[in-house]
């Protein structure tokens, strides 16, 4: 690999101008997206690195972007924004930026204190990862620094989001527990949570109604409280036949409740969870799921992220990303 290669290599070898490639390499426009893909990945092969330090003094860019994640959904075991985090690193990469992951405390959150690589100028912008209050929403609108929300989203008009279809993907893993013979079908969830619970709660419920099944509430099953705190899942009295979880995590839980309360999966019940994590594998038996594409998630919005850095009037609203059912030993077929 040759040290100390300059844009004009990388335009040699390619037989371009030197302004071509530094519009490429600075995703601003003027190149197609065929030709900026070929000068970036030439640029990758041959060595070439950024003078980020140079080029953030002169252009007034810090060439970070701050990832923010709830406290709550963070934990000791690999999580599923540990996982959304990476592809998000990744993603940056892409651009030359770099990631700044900042944990919002609960107390931070309910006092609505910025992040301090906010106050200290060390980012460009913020990419939300999962649910946080609307009113911190706000203030950070209020902040007049370029925002993407992923994986949540308001009924705040301001908000240009990257979600999973969430709707549809439980509305086709809804169908697909009805089409197995399962009629009594539970939802495990709080409705009040986050807007990803709710929209696959939604999901479930446009299957039932397509199918002519009641809703039974004694089939809402709560799993955690107003902080999004896990509390204990209580069993209805009378057993469904199939527990639709709104996670993969949440789905693990209740495996472990069914065993010891004297239930097979699933012979005497089925069990299917949401976002094709870990906890998907670790439960025995393995776990019928939605994938979530993470990579793609994680793509559409670092690109988001950086036409609004150099645009600030950019706006992209809900963009929705299909998952896909992936079909394992946790559903019998009655």
Not at 2 to 23: E, F
Not at 183 to 200: M, P
Not at 221 to 250: H, K, S, W, Y
Request: aromatic share 10%; glycine share 6%; with cysteine.
């Amino acid at each position: 690999m040759k040290s100390g290669v300059t844009m004009r290599d990388i335009a040699d070898k390619l037989g371009i101008s030197v302004v071509t490639v530094s519009k490429a390499l600075s995703d601003k426009e003027g190149v197609g997206e065929e030709l900026k893909r070929k000068i970036k990945e030439l640029a990758s092969e041959m060595g070439y690195r950024m003078n980020v330090m140079a080029k953030a003094m002169k252009e007034g860019y810090t060439y970070n972007i701050g990832i923010i994640v709830a406290e709550r959904f963070t934990g000791v075991s690999p999580s599923f924004y540990q996982q959304f985090h990476q592809h998000i690193v990744k993603s940056l990469e892409e651009y030359r930026y770099s990631a700044i992951l900042h944990i919002l405390s609960a107390q931070d959150e309910e006092q609505f204190v910025m992040p301090w690589i906010y106050q200290e100028k060390k980012v460009d912008g913020f990419i939300i990862l999962g649910h946080i209050h609307k009113s911190y929403i706000e203030m950070l609108h209020q902040a007049d620094t370029p925002v993407v929300f992923l994986d949540f989203y308001t009924d705040q008009e301001r908000m240009d989001t990257v979600i999973t279809d969430n709707f549809y993907a439980m509305y086709e893993m809804t169908n697909y527990l009805i089409n197995c013979g399962h009629r009594k079908i539970a939802f495990v969830g709080n409705l009040y949570s986050t807007s990803s619970i709710q929209d696959r709660f939604l999901g479930y419920y446009k299957s039932l109604l397509e199918h002519n099944l009641k809703l039974d509430e004694r089939y809402i099953i709560n799993d955690r409280d107003e902080r999004g705190r896990f509390i204990d899942i209580q069993l209805p009295d009378e057993m469904p036949t199939a527990f639709v979880c709104n996670c993969d995590q949440v789905a693990y839980e209740l495996m472990i409740v069914l065993k010891a309360n004297g239930y097979k999966i699933p012979d005497d019940c089925s069990v299917v969870g949401f976002d094709n994590d870990i906890f998907s594998t670790l439960c025995e038996p393995k776990l019928t799921t939605v994938e979530v594409n993470m990579p793609e998630m994680a793509r559409v919005a670092a690109k988001f992220m950086i036409k609004k850095v150099t645009n600030k009037s950019s706006s992209f609203g809900r963009v929705l990303i299909k998952g896909k059912i992936i079909r394992r030993e946790s559903v019998k077929k009655l």
